[in-house]
T-cell receptor, first 111, second 113 residues
Framework: DSGVTQTPKHLITATGQRVTLRCSPRSGDLSVYWYQQSLDQGLQFLIQYYNGEERAKGNILERFSAQQFPDLHSELNLSSLELGDSALYFCASSVEGGPQHFGDGTRLSIL | GENVEQHPSTLSVQEGDSAVIKCTYSDSASNYFPWYKQELGKGPQLIIDIRSNVGEKKDQRIAVTLNKTAKHFSLHITETQPEDSAVYFC????????????FGAGTRLFVKA
């Protein structure tokens, strides 16, 4: 168990809809990262937050947004969903400069 | 931009043999190189990491080597076991991209009993 909790585990929705994925980091970790993993693909970095502030941005679509709250949990919002957004979405957390610890992901299926 | 290339994409070995996975990074300022193992239905799990001030690191059957000059790093698994079968990812971070971690595309390792 990595200590990173992601909810929900599975999400099924339709094109055009909006969803929110939630991540609770390991106790003591101030950094939260979001990744997208499509079928049989690698991990695409989306965005990183550190203690509530955005720190780094990857190839995150404008339809996607994220935030980190004062209690350090983070949410990834995906809107105007398209079929191609179907993927596994992972959250990871770390202390500054330390290794990332991943949750078990949210599997998003767009019908 | 920053890039990490990983080879091979698929590797099949006999139980007890060694497995080697190689990665090349583009950003010479990268200074931290973790390796992750991802089993089916799970998130990636850190198995070993190395920093740029070290050339080699071992942990039981797993070792990682780093060649900063060539910008190569490799994962070595000795005495492979069926439970080593998984997807392995290398990554590089701390370069000019700051806190971004760039992952390789992954290697699917099959260990045949």
């Amino acid at each position: 168990d990595s200590g990173v909790t992601q909810t929900p585990k599975h999400l099924i929705t339709a094109t055009g809809q909006r969803v929110t994925l939630r991540c609770s980091p390991r106790s003591g970790d101030l950094s939260v990262y979001w990744y997208q993993q499509s079928l049989d693909q690698g991990l695409q970095f989306l965005i990183q937050y550190y203690n509530g502030e955005e720190r780094a941005k990857g190839n995150i679509l404008e339809r996607f947004s994220a935030q980190q709250f004062p209690d350090l949990h983070s949410e990834l919002n995906l809107s105007s969903l398209e079929l191609g957004d179907s993927a596994l979405y992972f959250c990871a957390s770390s202390v500054e400069g330390g290794p990332q610890h991943f949750g078990d992901g949210t599997r998003l299926s767009i019908l | 931009g920053e890039n990490v290339e990983q080879h091979p994409s698929t590797l099949s070995v006999q139980e007890g043999d060694s497995a080697v996975i190689k990665c090349t990074y583009s950003d010479s300022a990268s200074n931290y190189f973790p390796w992750y193992k991802q089993e089916l239905g799970k998130g990636p799990q850190l198995i070993i990491d190395i920093r740029s001030n070290v050339g080699e690191k071992k942990d039981q059957r797993i070792a990682v080597t780093l060649n900063k000059t060539a910008k190569h790093f490799s994962l070595h698994i000795t005495e492979t076991q069926p439970e080593d079968s998984a997807v392995y990812f290398c990554a590089a971070s701390g370069g000019t991209g700051g806190f971004k971690t760039i992952f390789g595309a992954g290697t699917r390792l099959f260990v045949k009993a």
